[in-house]
């Protein structure tokens, strides 16, 4: 589930952040946000055939590829020469997130990669003697190390959760690589330092899963009741989705994956500041200790019903975008699984993203 870790040069804490977050969560309207005269944008999406979310139940291509230290797993639509696109999906989710997404891109021209992330569905390390990390920057280098396997010099990047935090790192550290971004919940890129900064228990509270990740106990339940703790996590971070058992279980496969508990519980443990890092990407990991800046176009969504904790407020990070930017409530009831709820709205925003990119400042 994606927790908005507060970098320590943002203009708010973390403390001010989830405080804020649990008081507003339920109830916060969040305004639109752009880097010159800002305007609401709550438009329906043009351009776009209307869909019923949980219309496509499958990719019509699944491949695998080296790259890197993986051979990933990953979907593919749309044409070979069209503009690329990764969408990155998150925990405790899958490519399926993207199911009705894919194929409104590809209708568009649009050539569509969707990974499995380390830890889920068909993606395996290559080597038994890989460490199984789930730091957030080792997860950013496997989608560049994609893009290199695949030939792809830079691509539109758009996620959530796991993936929108992978998106933001990628879009900050290697520019030339994003062409422009969408992320769901804003700026996502966050330090174990700030993250060991203590919080008010109402605050604390929407963490809990995190703290039981901390535990043995708490790694020995995740694998024991991988489903059930995943079913938990999808009512509450969205919990006006009405999904049915099919979608759940299309997406519940992946986390099959052996080594799926490992990478979550070091992403987790990682994030609080209780497991080491690997020391190849300390340099990095320094530069994102330091909250940097994203320049490439992006958009910023957000559901008017995520259950998940998320900032309550999109101002509260615009200035961490300098370049072409704009943020998007989306209504209806959509909740942290913003690109399957809202295959349409999601989609929209990428083509528009892509629209900023070829715009002049």
Known sequence: MNTADTPEGIRYDRRRFLGLAAMSVAASELATIGSANAQPDRT???????????????????????????NVGYAEAGPANGSVVILLHGWPYDIYSFVDVAPLLASAGYRVIVPYL??????????????????????????????????????????????????????????ERCKALVSVSGYLIGSPAANRLPLPPKAELQWWYQYYFATERGRLGY???R??????????????WNFNEA????????????????????????????????QQYAA?????NQGPIINVPAIT??????????YPDA?????????KYEHREIAGGIGHNLPQEAPRAFAQAVIDVDGHSHAPE
């Open 44 to 70: 329906t999406p043009a351009g776009l055939p209307t869909i019923t979310p949980g219309t496509n139940t499958s990719f019509a291509s699944l491949k695998q590829i080296d790259a890197g230290l993986l």
């Open 118 to 175: 380390r830890g889920f569905g068909a993606t395996r390390f290559l080597s038994h003697e890989t460490p199984r990390n789930g730091q957030p920057i080792a997860v950013a280098l496997d989608t560049i190390a994609l893009m290199d396997a695949l030939k792809i010099p830079s691509a539109i990047l758009a996620g959530f959760d796991w993936g929108g935090r992978t998106a933001d790192i990628i879009a900050a550290l290697w520019p």
């Open 223 to 225: 694998d024991k009741y």
């Open 227 to 240: 489903r059930d703790f995943a079913r938990l996590i999808w009512q509450l971070a969205s919990p006006k």
């Open 247 to 278: 979608t759940f279980e299309r997406s519940a496969a992946s986390f099959d994956n052996p080594d799926h508990v490992s990478i979550v519980i070091h992403n987790y443990r990682f994030r609080l500041g209780l497991a080491e890092g690997e």
């Open 284 to 288: 990095w990991e320094n530069q994102l």
């Open 301 to 310: 969504l957000e559901g008017d019903a995520n259950g998940a904790p998320h």
């Open 315 to 323: 101002s509260s990070y615009a200035a961490k975008f300098s370049g």
